[in-house]
């Protein structure tokens, strides 16, 4: 099928103009799994522009605009939107291709079980954390056993698909007041049972609750005070070897962000911009995490995507990224947020 070819890695600042007005204009646009932009462009205005530009900046090749409009039907039709990959159309022994920069509506244990063997760098990831949160889709209220059980089969496969040194990174913390769960200690337990090494622990400080604060217990009095826990656990990682090889030259944290981000008290307010999820993770959280513990290129999987800030701020940041979650609401929701990336230059 004709269609344009642009190497996303060599945007000049007109073709990233170009490709905004092109989004704004309604006109189909696809990120292939190889980095490239393919788009049918059916105004020949437009068309005129990219093929003068791509022939300044050697970007590409442009096909006759007669044939792209006899394609353009056709490719509306049976194209799949940006990223979006249905887990229905996944191979059962998949090559890594298969899942690279995909959005994957499905079960995450269903999906993860046809992924190759090693060849994730890091997985980060926040569990529904059973206490009752209205999820799209998900049954938050498990029997706190089974709740345990299925999130083993979860490591186990995210163990699996990790490179010897990659690292997972785990968002929890201990649950209610009146029932209290240390599921945390919970979590840890099990991945230090399967073998994985425990890297560390950081403290995600929240809030303030001094403005909140209803649940005080025993008011000022030591017969059954409450602790309201203002702060949430990032427990870290490692497959096997401390050490995560790659190229020195794809490491691109900073001096002053290598500092900060090595204490572990990490002050950052949650997300205000719920996007329809009840939780969903703030992207400096993300942004650290990345940073720190990955070169660019490196494999980033969330099996619990929720509404995509690991895969966003991943792409962003020049990595490979795999989202998966069972949501198709937040699936949707995804793809927006990483159209709209491309939109405004931002990824790859």
Not at 132 to 140: N, R, S, T
Request: net charge negative; aromatic share 10%; glycine share 6%.
């Amino acid at each position: 099928m004709p269609h344009v070819k642009i190497e996303l890695k060599r945007l000049g600042t007109q073709l990233k103009q170009l490709l905004k007005q092109l989004r704004e204009s309604g006109e189909p646009l696809l990120v292939t799994r190889n980095g490239q932009a393919e788009c049918f462009v059916l105004d020949p205005e437009l068309h005129g522009s990219l093929v003068d530009i791509l022939a300044d900046e050697g970007n590409g090749s442009v096909p006759e605009v007669s044939s792209v409009r006899e394609a353009a039907e056709d490719y509306r039709v049976a194209q799949p939107p940006l990223f979006e990959m249905p887990a229905d159309a996944l191979p059962e022994h998949g090559t890594p291709d298969a899942f690279l920069d995909r959005v994957i509506c499905g079960d995450c244990l269903d999906v993860m079980r046809r992924m190759p063997d090693e060849f994730v760098h890091m997985a980060i990831t926040s569990p529904p954390y059973n206490i009752g949160v209205h999820y799209d889709i998900h049954d938050d209220q498990m029997d706190y056993d089974e709740y345990l059980a299925w999130l083993k089969k979860v490591w186990e496969e995210t163990a699996r698909v990790l490179v010897p040194g990659g690292r997972l990174a785990v968002n929890h913390a201990p649950t209610s007041i009146k029932n209290f769960r240390p599921v945390h200690y919970d979590i840890a337990a099990q991945l230090r049972d399967m073998g994985l090494i425990m890297r560390t622990e950081i403290l995600w400080y929240k809030q303030s609750m001094s403005a909140r604060r209803t649940a005080w217990g025993s008011w000022k009095s030591p017969r059954n005070p409450h602790i309201i826990p203002s702060w949430e656990y990032v427990l870290v990682f490692s497959k096997r070897s401390w050490t995560l090889e790659g190229d020195p030259h794809n490491a691109d944290i900073t001096p002053d962000e290598f500092v900060r981000f090595s204490d572990g008290f990490w002050h950052i307010a949650a997300e205000s911009q719920r996007k329809g999820h009840p939780a969903p993770f703030p992207e400096e959280l993300i942004y650290r995490l990345i940073k720190f513990y990955t070169y660019r290129g490196n494999v980033v999987l969330d099996m619990f995507g929720g509404t995509g800030t690991v895969a966003v701020v991943a792409a962003r940041t020049s990595r490979r990224f795999i989202h998966i979650d069972i949501s198709q609401e937040y699936c949707n929701v995804t793809l927006k947020r990483l159209e709209a990336e491309l939109a405004q230059g931002q990824l790859f």
